[in-house]
């Protein structure tokens, strides 16, 4: 296929936090604001919700940034540092796009079309490969060489439907060979793992943990029941494989045992971890497990080599609904929160001495996150209000952000028209950059100083990613035959090219 010229776009991004099943203060008591009792959460404030900005962004190599277009059934690759913008048609409905470790090659998902493009980083030639309907995302293994493909039960479905539909299903490529292998899982699966060497895959569903080995001919899956409850049981929503590759632990909404598989065993054992486990994340070291129980206010910190030994119990505040958590880059400081609750507050956590320190914010919390160096801490906001706060609070029905400096603590929260659609990080993390739909801006956050500019755009952004090795970030923008803006927040200077298909140059 001869590469051509056109224009780019890319996936929409949803933040959508919830703060409970029905009522936005189901189990909070508005009058007392932090009252609440550890051990009496049964899961009236529903899972904790992980908003992922950069979930679904373009793609880069270390010459090569990857664009999907989804209206135009395109992918573009951008050169750098040349900024030149090279364009290939694909399958229909572009959603996804990422490449090999080895940046040889860049697989994306078709969810129109039912189909992945495996395309040649160098030469943007393409193949296309038929999957089975009904997906929504894809995962592709370290090693650059096996594409899943299946229908997430946290995200909405993209692909083709029909009249029959499957929500156990999974298309596993060969992104080498082209050789496709279709199989049924467990209902819904929520999550899927590979491990560090690309030698095993792990899906969790609602009951069942599916794992696959990679390195034999016959890809079967092996099917490990997490529940004993065959009526109702609790939902399986997070797993995690451990450096090693050897365990996986598996996190369910509402179980008081966490699910620990030995995957060169086969075998299942549970380990205690307290009352409505919410969020699971490895150390930065990959040493420990942890735990946050937000029913009993605790954090269990598991050793991943040895998972049914003793544990490090840390006691949360009494007073406060901590269902989230995140590690700094270092391993040295944790922030807890709830998404779950309208709490506007966060919680720091000393992992040296366990300190552990309640600190006030403007509003609750819709999703969080760290800047790549670990020195700044961003929550977002939605219109979501504190059940303390004065109406006339310059924040009072309005979404924002804030900066926090993860040293001193200063804040610096911002009021914004409306809630961002993507984000992105310099590489050197000293710069965010984020857009929202309908404003013609670029916002960029200076994380050294916790200040922000506004670069105005000449049409609505549709995406933002960075360029690899630069400070550059990239806006994709509405345009009838494509505009693509470059800022370097280091010259404070914005280039502009407009009309790929007319092949027009960079205008500054």
């Not at 029905?22 to 051990?39: I, L, R, T, V």
């Not at 632990?249 to 486990?277: K, S």
Request: aromatic share 8%; glycine share 6%.
């Amino acid at each position: 296929m001869t590469p051509i010229l056109l224009t780019l776009a890319c996936a929409d991004f949803e933040l959508s936090p919830s703060y409970g099943p029905a009522d936005d203060n189901a189990g909070w008591d508005a009058d007392s604001g932090s009252e609440y009792e550890p051990g009496d959460d049964t899961g009236d404030f529903g899972s904790e919700t992980e908003s992922d900005f950069l979930k679904l962004s373009p793609t880069a190599t270390q010459a090569y940034v990857f664009v999907v277009n989804s209206s135009r059934n395109t992918v573009s690759r951008i050169s750098v540092p040349e900024l030149d913008v090279l364009t290939t048609e694909v399958g229909v409905n572009p959603k996804v796009a990422t490449t090999s470790s080895d940046y040889a090659k860049a697989v994306v998902f078709n969810a129109g079309s039912d189909s992945l493009s495996v395309i040649d980083a160098e030469t943007m030639e393409s193949v296309e490969v038929q999957i089975r309907s009904n997906f929504n995302n894809m995962l592709l293994s370290p090693d650059g060489v096996w594409a899943l493909v299946y229908n997430d039960a946290d995200l909405p479905t993209e692909g083709s439907t029909g009249y029959l539909q499957s929500f156990n299903e999974i298309s596993l490529v060969n992104t080498e060979t082209g050789e496709h292998s279709a199989m049924a899982v467990g209902f819904h699966p929520r999550q899927a793992r590979f491990t560090p060497d690309s030698g095993q895959l792990v899906l969790v569903a609602e009951q069942w943990m599916a794992v696959l080995d990679l390195r034999v001919t016959s890809l079967t899956p092996q099917l490990i029941e997490l529940s004993e409850d065959e009526l109702d049981p609790p939902a399986a929503e997070e797993v995690l494989i451990e450096p090693t590759g050897r365990f996986a632990f598996v996190r369910q909404y509402g179980e008081t045992r966490l699910a620990v598989v030995d995957l060169d065993e086969g075998t299942l054992e549970r380990v205690d971890i307290g009352l409505n486990p919410t969020d699971m994340d490895l150390s930065a070291d990959g040493s420990q497990a942890i735990v946050v129980s937000r029913g009993s206010g605790e954090l269990h910190l598991i050793d991943t080599q040895d998972p049914t030994g003793p544990q490090r119990i840390v006691a949360l505040p009494p007073s406060e609904i901590l269902g989230s958590l995140l590690l700094s880059p270092d391993g040295t400081q944790g922030v807890l929160y709830t998404t779950a609750a309208p709490v506007a507050r966060y919680t720091t956590w000393n992992l040296a001495d366990d300190t552990l320190t309640v600190r006030r914010l403007e509003k609750p919390v819709a999703s969080a996150s760290v800047s790549p160096t670990g020195g700044t801490l961003l929550f977002f906001h939605d219109e979501t209000n504190d059940p303390d706060a004065a109406t006339t609070s310059p924040f009072h029905d309005k979404p924002a952000i804030t900066m926090v400096d993860l040293d001193s603590h200063l804040q610096n929260a911002l009021v914004l028209p409306t809630m961002p659609s993507a984000a992105a990080n310099s590489h050197d993390g000293h710069f965010g950059f984020f857009i929202m739909d309908g404003v013609s801006s670029l916002a960029v956050l200076r994380y050294d100083h916790l200040l922000f500019d506004e670069i105005a755009l000449r049409s609505e952004p549709v995406h933002v990613g960075v360029l690899p090795e630069s400070t550059y970030a990239y806006v994709n923008q509405e345009h009838a035959l494509g505009r693509l803006s470059f800022y370097d927040p280091d010259t404070e200077s914005l280039q502009t090219i407009t009309g790929f298909e007319l092949n027009a140059g960079i205008e500054h």
